[in-house]
């Protein structure tokens, strides 16, 4: 009982730190290196129909696993046969 009092109190007393923290940081995507500003500009070539823009696009769209749509399930691409 005295222990839990104890947490309580620590816990009340911690509170008006976490409060006043800073916001969190905008979100990072781990997996993709490029900007905003890049992806804007890939994707004012592809619209503009400009080599190789147009084509790297194209050919993204016929692969296998290029989807808009979300696929049930997770795969793993490892590279390994």
Known sequence: MIAARFYAVVACALLPAFALAAPPARFVHPGILQSR???Q???GKVAA???P???AWDNLL???Y???LPRQGVETL???P
């Open 66 to 68: 290029s989807s808009r």
């Open 37 to 39: 500003a890049d992806l």
């Open 78 to 80: 490892t590279g390994n």
């Open 62 to 64: 016929r692969q296998p």
């Open 53 to 55: 823009w147009k084509q």
């Open 49 to 51: 129909s400009e080599p």
């Open 41 to 43: 500009l890939m994707k």
